[in-house]
């Protein structure tokens, strides 16, 4: 049986860091909505309560059912969990003096507690709270403390009931780490056996048994998770995994050739579709973006749906979703859960009535890298930088035409080739450029010409979520410009991408 650590979520902004620390210390973790608690199971090993945006004082703060899991499992809240153990056991929670957010240090450890262990006194951690404990309920002891938190950690008299009033999930938490691991290991008693290759192996078994010797169709887009999901399926179910990879004439240059000739070096059983011109008719006259990625969408839907039904007898449609796609995310404004869409897939489901099979629907992006990395899929794909569905169909503004996609795949491809022999591609999160619908005025020898304005843009993000603007070298910049200007025709003015998100997004449309 998989042990694992439950962790409840209150809504806290950090709940899915807590979860990608805990996992890199090799134990398994799910995130479930405080108010939708899971079957309580032996596999189970511990389990920790979130921050919340709410603070325990409001009344209609998240109050979560625990009957089974305080006698039963050590448990660790944290922020808000903690503050909530501490309430409900009679202690006494006020609001900060001043809102207390950001750096501060544990000045006092208790000597030999098992949770703090190997911890140094004076260690930083990240504080971001409205509340303080104020009193400590009866039978509870104060573990740790900071200059203005008395009770920055406690613990509950002998049994393994633990609450911090910091995150040690955040990265400035300096040795959050060594606490979460006193936790999984030490107190919860976690294996760490949640490998790469245990996964794999797991996983491989896991899709034979619910497969049997049907059939699975899935659609290739290029990139991580699709690829890594048919690697899987693949080593599960070989020759009865028919992929699919659909041009749609949006995609960078070469990659349609390139990344298809990947996948069959690989041995996927991979059929590419040309259906360039069919969403170039679709997207004739179209230049609302929505109306762009409605157009782009439902001929992916209709190409998709014409060549699964070549394949006879398919009755699986295997899709790359991952874990923050299908991790319900506790609202701010109540418990009612919503459910974040994936904008790869929208549609794809209610196809042909196919059973649905998604082989990474519970990792990180991080993890399914991992896996890929282990199961030997090419660097070309497993480093790349993410790329919209659409395509470079919203990175052309305006209507998409044959001509405009030409001009914008030739300067792509040389700013991300000079990305890359820079050694800035790996530097960078994404990487793209964007066609302006704006012609301006230049001079080239003694001409004067009227061409198009590309926009370049690099940023910095870990997930997409927010993202800041690269700072690329200006001697880069300079190169870069003075080559998009000089190799390609229709281009006359180059200007870079100076914006943050928020407030603006990464891609323009
Ligand atoms: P934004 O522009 O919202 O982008 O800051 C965040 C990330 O999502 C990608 N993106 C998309 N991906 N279909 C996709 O598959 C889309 O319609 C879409 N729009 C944006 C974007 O490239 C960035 O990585």
Redesign the pocket.
Known sequence: MQEMILILDFGSQYTQLIARRIRELNVYCEIHPYDKIPTLDDSIKGVILSGSPHSVRDHDAPVPDLSGIGERYPMLGVCYGAQYIALKHGGEVEPSVSREYGRANLSYIMDNDELLTGMTRGCQVWMSHGDTIEKLPAGFEVITSTADVHVAGFKVGNKPVYGIQFHPEVYHSTEGMVLLHNYVVNICGCQQTWTPSSFIETTIGELRERIGGERVVLGLSGGVDSSVSALLLHKAIHKNLHCIFVDNGLLRKFEFETVLDSYKHLGLNVRGVDAKDRFYDALKGISDPEDK?KAIGRTFIEVFDEAAHEIRDVTWLAQGTIYPDVIESVSVKGPSATIKSH??VGGLPDLMNLKIIEPLHSLFKDEVRKIGRELGMPPNILTRH?????GLG?RILGEVTPEKVRILQEVDHLFIERLKEHNLYDEVW?A?AVLLPVQSVGVMGDERTYENVVALRAVGSTD??T?DWSRLPQEFLAGISNEIINKIPGVNRVVYDISS?PPS???WE
Do not use: S, V, W, Y
């Open positions: 990625r904008h790869n993410p790329f919209p569905g659409p919203i994404q793209l997409g979520m993202a998100k997004t990464i891609e």
